[in-house]
């Protein structure tokens, strides 16, 4: 049975990636499943923003493990071109942390990595922010199975498929859609209306250290607050068929 080493948002972290690495190894990962956010941090400045990139992408391609970066709405303004799109998500809205002048190089470097929206191997499904269960009756009614829920999450790897993610923003971050998208869902939404036969992983909302809630695992344990202050340990999460447990970065 293969493993797979789940990291939460990285935020621009260069430090973190021979860090995430040498984890992977000391575990026998088979791969690396990036939970999305990539991109933007707080005092970021543009030349950082592309050094950071620049900085991924060689990690990515001398990384011997096969890695899986998920897409996070941070993500989101630098892989959309400057097109009718990304105008109207921006005017509509917003993108927060984004980097203006940090667009044209970083877009240049990212279209050349396959995100995906989801990955599953069969019996966790991870996405950025997580799928409720309202969100899944609306767009894949009667569709259960993790294999076909990815699959079919995957298909929205388009222009029109992530605008329209985009914009579905609930309640608890600011916006109005009643079914806050795998790019958007706040852990008070998933937790409140979560489909309880799913395993899933996420990231997106700060959490203290990777925590499980009936069948969820929360994972972006490497955020910081506005001052640069940590706000989790840097857990990592570890899939192994059906066994999950938490990874330190540094070992013991």
């Keep these: 049975m293969s493993r797979s080493l789940i990291v939460g948002d990285l935020h621009a972290k260069p430090d973190l990636l021979p860090l995430i690495g040498t984890a992977a190894g000391r575990c026998h990962a088979d791969r690396i499943i990036l939970l999305g956010d990539l991109c933007d941090d707080w005092t970021l400045t543009n030349r950082e923003q592309i050094r950071w990139v620049e900085c991924f992408i060689d990690w990515y391609r001398r990384e011997p493990r096969e890695i899986i970066p998920l897409i996070g709405n ?11 799109t990304f105008r ?39 996405t950025h922010a997580g799928l409720t269960r309202t969100w899944l009756e609306t767009n894949m009614p009667d569709v259960t199975d993790p ?21 579905q923003v609930g309640a608890a971050r600011g916006g109005d859609s009643p079914t806050p998208s795998p790019l958007w869902t706040d852990r008070s939404e998933l937790t409140a209306d979560h489909d309880s036969i799913l395993i899933q992983a996420v990231g997106h909302t700060p959490v203290p250290t990777v925590t499980h809630d009936r069948g969820l695992f929360f994972c972006d344990t490497m955020s910081t607050d506005s001052n640069g202050t940590p706000i989790g340990d840097r857990m990592m999460l570890l899939a192994d068929g059906n066994r999950y447990w938490p990874v330190p970065i540094h070992a013991d």
Excluded at 74 to 84: E, K, T, V
Excluded at 152 to 167: C, D, I, K, Q, S
């Design 147 to 167: 294999m076909m829920i990815a699959m079919r999450l995957n298909e929205w790897m388009t222009v029109p498929g992530l605008a329209t993610l985009y914009r």
């Design 74 to 84: 941070h993500d989101i303004p630098y892989l959309l071109g400057m097109n009718d």
């Design 88 to 126: 109207l998500l921006k005017e509509s809205i917003g993108f927060p942390g984004y980097r203006p002048g940090a667009k044209r190089r970083v877009h240049e470097l990212l279209s050349a990595i396959p995100f995906r929206i989801a990955w599953t191997d069969g019996r966790m499904i991870a």
